[in-house]
């Protein structure tokens, strides 16, 4: 079955530190990766979008990196900012249709 | 530029009610598609059109029937609303007709039905 697990579920952390939000999927065929960042009550609006034969991809202070071997991917926010605070939300495209498998994010909070 | 249109915002329904949540972009793209938002899980597929005329079901289409008449307007309609349809709606829309193109979200309906 096609899942994606995102690790934690949430995260706190103080305003200016680093921090790596996780993602992991079991997807088959693989097409392109996807984060998202959705703020409280907005719609998801795309960081970047990776594939197969992509390792890092940089966003201003957001840099995402996918092992495709390993079917990890992760999303790393340097000197956070309280605007970070929002859900980010990996997602996998499936093969060649429409078919995209969300998953079902973490909440990151930036405390001042 | 508006992008993704959704309304009403808010809605509330009794159970039993039908009710039609609108949905419009301005940036031409050919695909655009229905999201419901449930806490602790992934957005999921109700249905999707790839252009005028054609649409089809997602991963959970009962319940709502859909149809595209314009390039611009996607309504999503349900027919006989149920507690289990409260939730949040997201309407969103790309350019390709693939799966490479980026996803433009609306600011999303909150729909509760008692």
């Known amino acids: 079955k096609n899942q994606v697990e995102q690790s934690p579920q949430s995260l706190i952390i103080l305003e200016g530190k680093n921090c790596t939000l996780q993602?992991?999927?079991?997807?088959?065929?693989?097409?392109?990766l996807r984060w998202y960042k959705q703020d409280t009550g907005r719609g998801p609006v795309s960081l970047t979008i990776?594939?197969?034969s992509e390792n890092t991809k940089s966003n201003g202070r957001y840099t995402a990196t996918l092992d495709a071997d390993t079917k990890q991917s992760s999303l790393h926010i340097t000197a956070s900012q309280l605007s970070d605070s929002a859900s980010y939300i990996c997602?996998?495209?499936?093969?060649?249709?429409?078919?995209?498998?969300w998953g079902a994010g973490t909440k990151l909070i930036i405390k001042p | 530029n508006a992008g993704v249109t959704q309304t009403p915002k808010f809605q509330v329904l009794k159970t039993g009610q039908s009710m039609t949540l609108q949905c419009a972009q301005d940036?031409?793209?050919?695909?655009m598609s229905w999201y419901r938002q449930d806490p602790g899980m992934g957005l999921r597929l109700i249905h999707y059109?790839?252009?005028?005329?054609?649409?089809d079901q997602g991963e959970v289409p009962n319940g709502y029937n859909v149809s595209r008449s314009t390039t611009e307007d996607f309504p999503l309609r349900l027919l006989s609303a149920a507690p289990s349809q409260t939730s949040v709606y997201f309407c969103?829309?790309?350019?390709?007709?693939?799966?490479?193109?980026?996803?433009?979200f609306g600011e999303g309906s909150r729909l509760t039905v008692l």
């Open positions: 969103a829309s790309r350019k390709s007709g693939g799966n490479t193109g980026e996803l433009f």
């Open positions: 940036m031409n793209h050919e695909y």
């Open positions: 059109s790839v252009g005028a005329g054609i649409t």
């Open positions: 993602c992991n999927y079991t997807v088959s065929p693989f097409s392109n």
């Open positions: 990776m594939t197969f």
């Open positions: 997602v996998v495209s499936v093969g060649s249709n429409y078919q995209l498998i």
